[in-house]
Nanobody
Framework: QVQLVESGGGLVQAGGSLRLSCTAS????????MGWFRQAPGKEREFVAS??????????ANSVKGRFTISRVSARNMVMVYLQMNSLKPEDAAVYYC??????????????WGQGTQVSISS
């Protein structure tokens, strides 16, 4: 059974940092891109960042470029994905979801999703 489990969310002051983690297991993730999405109350789920299997292709939403960094450590049947978030802003507050999709980039129709982790920002 494929599982994506996020951790690392919490409450942080504006300008602070958080590091989200995601552990993906239950199948071979060779050739899978891993990524992060977020969803704030009353808004649609939006793309944050994505990295390909060999980390050769990395993508970021314009709103997080220069502040967030995605990274991954890949094994045959497990992948660890991280999202380092710096200079956090109140508008970054959301539930953050880890996702996996076959190919170079994760999209909204990803194959697998985690349950989400809450990130709250105090101003």
């Amino acid at each position: 059974q494929v599982q994506l489990v996020e951790s690392g969310g919490g409450l942080v002051q504006a300008g602070g940092s958080l590091r989200l983690s995601c552990t993906a297991s239950g199948r071979t993730f060779t050739g899978y891109a891993m990524g992060w999405f977020r969803q704030a109350p009353g808004k649609e789920r939006e793309f944050v960042a994505s990295t390909s299997w060999g980390s050769t292709a990395t993508y970021y939403a314009n709103s997080v470029k220069g502040r967030f960094t995605i990274s991954r450590v890949s094994a045959r049947n497990m992948v660890m994905v991280y999202l380092q978030m710096n200079s956090l802003k109140p508008e970054d507050a959301a539930v953050y979801y880890c996702a996996a999709e076959s190919g170079l980039r994760v999209g909204i129709s990803a194959d697998y999703w985690g349950q989400g982790t809450q990130v709250s920002i105090s101003s």
